[in-house]
């Protein structure tokens, strides 16, 4: 595997439910980024972590949870979704804060 | 505070045409400037960078931009379009290394290809 990769790739799911999302990037960068890419609205920039450290945290929801464990690997914990949570969620790494980003496929989500 | 206007939210021009998609930033420092491509159901991808070195930037598939101090412009533009280049494109700004160490993309352009 090369680059950043995410899975799933789509995901549905209730507005019980608790689910993951996972991005891994095979870069040896020390950046990692969330985004949300709704129809119609600008990309939103969720979270950033800078060497495992949580950096920025954009009045980001509760029900949205990040995780990194260690540089290569990001989560987005879920729980409690609601229908306007649906878009297409983005990861992303770069070498260093604020330097070019390289971004995963994305994981398409949908609450029902 | 840093941001990008990208005027025209859909371009649309024939195959062969010249590409022309617009980008305006505000920065109060030097910034970094980037131009990313989202093909449908895809991440974004890296198309040309500025950096504060040459200020015309070339990138892959034929783009190319400039940077314009005076205009507040990096406006990204390609020769002759082909269908391929249907797609939606965003551009950012940056200070890496600054007080902002995050990019801030604009609103985007969705650019239409037409046989």
């Known amino acids: 595997e090369t680059g950043v990769t995410q899975t799933p790739r789509h995901l549905v799911m209730g507005m019980t439910n608790k689910k993951s999302l996972k991005c891994e990037q095979h870069?040896?960068?020390?950046?990692m980024y969330w985004y949300k890419q709704s129809a119609k609205k600008p990309l939103e920039l969720m979270f950033v972590?800078?060497?495992?450290?949580?950096?920025e945290n954009n009045s980001v929801p509760s029900r949205f949870s990040p995780e990194c464990p260690n540089s290569s690997h990001l989560f987005l914990h879920l729980h409690t979704l609601q229908p306007e949570d649906s878009a297409l969620y983005l990861c992303a790494s770069s070498q260093d804060l604020g330097g070019e980003q390289f971004f995963g496929p994305g994981t398409r989500l949908t609450v029902l | 505070a840093q941001s990008v206007t990208q005027l025209g939210s859909h371009v649309s021009v024939s195959e062969g045409a010249l590409v022309l998609l617009r980008c305006n930033y505000s920065?109060?420092?030097?910034?970094?400037l980037f131009w990313y491509v989202q093909y449908p159901n895809q991440g974004l991808q890296l198309l040309l960078k500025?950096?504060?070195?040459?200020?015309l930037v070339k990138g892959i598939n034929g783009f190319e931009a400039e940077f314009k101090k005076s205009e507040t412009s990096f406006h990204l533009t390609k020769p002759s379009a082909h269908m391929s280049d249907a797609a939606e494109y965003f551009c950012a700004v940056s200070t890496y290394g600054g007080a902002t160490n995050k990019l801030i993309f604009g609103t985007g352009t969705l650019l239409a290809v037409q046989p």
């Open positions: 920065s109060s420092v030097p910034p970094y």
């Open positions: 870069l040896g960068h020390n950046a």
């Open positions: 500025y950096t504060s070195a040459a200020t």
């Open positions: 972590y800078s060497l495992e450290e949580r950096v």
